[in-house]
């Protein structure tokens, strides 16, 4: 149909009223660009909205990969939790059956789900089996997630959930948290140590993470001071020394983290 | 100027009716967000389209820095975070964008769902939907090893375990992700490839395939 033989097109006998829209023409309008305009307003506010949140939480670094470090708690990322708490169900050879059979069939009653759910009804009341199970599996799923993730937290040391803010209960000194994140001394040996050994909790700039923020900790703490906290730890969140022995290694974190100071 | 281009162009090659096919099929009012607001759930679809397309703008500009080698991966995204202009915001778009792609997908697909719009003619298109499904969270799985954390060391370890207890083809599979006894080099390498070529490729034609079965099949009528 050209524009041209097509009433709704015409502007010459435009109402004086405003028609509603039923009255204007049935609903229908072309894709490009009347609905993909409308289409548009949607996703431009998706999108800015995404972008706000992009710029209001900021994505991290742990530390570097390190093969021979077992005791890593691992955890999947937060869509595969209900997957890997699933799996936590089947202890010994069950494993075969959570890892793979149920996998297996939840996949292929997903794909033949039409011809599963044969019948020409849509209306979700009116198909009650198909509704209620796909219910049941958000439900579960989420539990699972939420389950998943409660686990996860205390496993790597309950108080610690709440990222940098919260977990600073418990430090002997009061952090300010400085303007200047730039760190200090970096020559010195002590700054290897921290990266290697401390900065997978408290961040490689010290911005902290699992463990508190350390930026400024040299206005507030000493050497002298620090290698004590250091050595005892925060038991068990922190382990003694964080997992170091060798006691001059220690003065050496300590001796550096007394020259962050921050403003 | 831009008349005289394009009508030399569409004497050639008669472009004119492709395009307005997509600009002139008529989209029916019930999943039209101006005439009632609940239908912004048929929008989801989409949604999910346009941040999928962010995601692979993003990932072009970070692969950019980006190097696929244990020795240097951490540390070009440690330079894309604090060093490159932008790079933060870029990494957060991609790395926010990965779980929300995972999130407007399972929206999507529970807007299908339920309104039953999977069922005949649409079957194969459903088909080709949960098998973009699964392309999505294979794009989240392989994306989360290439920033080689500890976190996604990890990560990457324990999922190739489970791969491992797959009957029979368990440690080929197993084999075929790690590409060694452990997670090392090869294995990144191979998640990079994975997840900028392999991956895209199948989204791309999948999403190719999703478009075009709408267009033959139409949208489900209303309620």
Same mark, same amino acid.
Request: hydrophobic share 45%; net charge positive.
């Given at each position: 149909?050209?524009?041209?033989? +097509? ?18 023409? +049935? ?41 021979? +470090? ?194 | ?16 009716p492709l395009w307005r096919d997509i600009a002139d099929h008529e989209v029916p009012a ?85 309104t039953g719009a999977y069922k005949a003619p649409r079957e194969l298109n459903w088909v ?96």
């Open positions: 149909m050209s524009s041209s033989e +097509d009433p709704r097109e015409k502007l010459s006998d435009a109402p004086r009223h405003r028609r509603t829209y039923r009255e204007l023409h +049935d609903g229908r309008e072309p894709f490009f660009p009347n609905f993909l305009l409308k289409e548009w307003i949607i996703g431009a506010m998706f999108i800015v909205g995404f972008l706000i949140w992009v710029l209001l939480n900021k994505v991290g670094l742990g530390s570097i990969a390190n093969p021979n +470090d077992s005791s890593y708690i691992p955890v999947p990322d937060w869509y595969f939790l209900f997957l890997y708490q699933a799996l936590k169900y089947y202890p010994g050879n069950g494993e075969v059956f959570g890892a793979f059979l149920v996998p297996v069939i939840v996949t292929l009653l997903l794909i033949f789900l039409p011809w599963i759910d044969w019948s020409k009804n849509r209306r979700p009341f009116k198909r009650p089996l198909a509704t209620a199970s796909m219910v049941l599996v958000i439900i579960m799923m989420s539990w699972l997630t939420a389950e998943a993730w409660a686990q996860h937290q205390a496993e790597v040391g309950g108080s610690a959930a709440g990222g940098s803010s919260s977990s600073t209960s418990g430090l002997p000194f009061a952090v300010q948290h400085p303007t200047s994140t730039a760190l200090m001394a970096t020559s010195m040996p002590g700054y290897q140590l921290f990266e290697n050994t401390c900065a997978g909790c408290h961040g490689q700039n010290l911005e902290g993470s699992v463990g508190p923020e350390l930026r400024g900790i040299g206005n507030v703490a000493s050497s002298s001071q620090l290698l004590p906290v250091i050595t005892k730890g925060f038991p068990p969140n922190m382990p003694p020394g964080g997992g170091l022995t060798n006691k001059s290694q220690l003065q050496q974190i300590a001796d550096w983290l007394s020259q962050q100071k921050q403003k | 100027m831009i008349k005289r281009t394009y009508d030399w162009i569409d004497e050639r090659l008669n472009i004119t019930h999943v039209n967000p101006a005439t009632k607001m609940s239908a912004f759930v048929y929008c989801f679809g989409g949604l999910t389209f346009l941040i999928i397309v962010t995601q692979i703008l993003s990932g072009m500009f970070l692969s950019m820095y980006y190097v696929p080698d244990i020795n240097n991966a951490y540390y070009s995204v440690q330079y894309i975070t604090n060093q490159v202009l932008l790079g933060n915001v870029v990494r957060g778009m991609h790395f926010w964008g990965a779980s929300l792609t995972i999130i407007m997908v399972f929206l999507h697909m529970l807007r299908v769902f339920f080709v939907g949960v098998l973009l499904f699964f392309i999505v969270l294979a794009f989240g799985f392989t994306g989360y090893l290439l920033p080689w954390d500890q976190k996604a060391y990890w990560a990457t370890s324990v999922g190739a375990q489970i791969a491992e207890q797959v009957p029979i083809l368990g440690p080929y599979i197993r084999l075929l992700l790690v590409g060694g006894s452990t997670v090392g080099a090869l294995t990144l390498t191979r998640f990079f490839a994975i997840h900028v070529f392999f991956l895209p490729a199948a989204l791309l034609v999948l999403l190719g395939a999703h478009f075009l079965m709408i267009r033959k099949a139409g949208i489900a009528g209303p309620m």
